[in-house]
């Protein structure tokens, strides 16, 4: 699917990758769904390595959802203020990220799972709020710098669950593999 260019595009993709992953999940086995994530030496991204199971993976889309529902209502209020928390950049957001899996370590699955169904529908709020020119017009908000509101809300949305969906199939092929090596 090509990255959205326009709010319906954007708000079709959002919903219609956000429906993929939870047919994805609803698929997992019941062992599946709890057994750690073990990929191997395979995977070297720092990604591979952070998330221990589905519970971090549901999260860190929890996580990512505030970033953009903060940052977005803030900005609106006349708060300067950036998308990524003082002191992460593009360049050390992975640490913020191992923050957010430390954070979130007691938290039950179930209580992920909510988390993230109520975020994404506020994040689907929020782009139902905004107009075209609002999410994909250059400029638009001087907060967005050089980049759109709307690339934001892809990376934070449809990219974000393409991301969960691969390594959720990545995990279930491991435990797939391992059940037939036991």
Known sequence: MPRATTKPELTISADAQFTKLWHLIDSLTEEERN????????????HWKRDKNLRDVLVHLYEWHQLLLNWVSANRNGENKPFLPSPYNWKTYGGMNVGFTEKHRATPYADAKAMLLDSHQ???ALLDSLSDDELFQKGYFSWTGTSTLGSYCVSVTASHYDWAMKKIKAHRAAVQKSDKNA
Do not use: H, R, T
Not at 35 to 46: I, L, M, P, V
């Open 122 to 124: 506020k994040v689907m």
């Open 35 to 46: 057994a750690a994530f073990n990929f191997g030496e395979d995977k070297q991204e720092a």
